[in-house]
């Protein structure tokens, strides 16, 4: 299965606006904790909430090295085009 940064972009927003208080747009370049404000149960939940839409695996290090919304979807995309 193929999977678009595009598809991954609309499930990040779909978690992330569940998770917080006040939805705003989610633009690829927002920065995870900086401008979303996401703490560490939010990014494991989105984590996790990924990992089980797409059937991948993030690693601890790609985990701390991803900063970007537009980050995150790329490294998505790929581990589940890996996957495939």
């Known amino acids: 299965m193929i999977v678009?940064?595009?598809?991954v972009m609309v499930e990040i927003r779909?978690?992330?606006e569940l998770q917080l208080s006040a939805p705003r747009a989610i633009?690829?370049?927002d920065r995870l904790v900086d401008d979303l404000g996401l703490d560490s149960l939010t990014l494991t939940t989105l984590a996790v909430e990924l990992?089980?839409?797409f059937q991948i695996?993030?690693?601890?290090?790609e985990a701390t090295r991803i900063k970007t919304v537009g980050e995150l979807a790329r490294c998505v995309a790929a581990r589940a085009g890996a996957a495939s």
Do not use: K
Request: aromatic share 0%.
């Open 14 to 16: 779909r978690v992330v």
């Open 27 to 29: 633009q690829p370049d």
């Open 4 to 7: 678009s940064e595009a598809l």
């Open 51 to 53: 990992e089980d839409r």
């Open 57 to 61: 695996i993030l690693s601890d290090e």
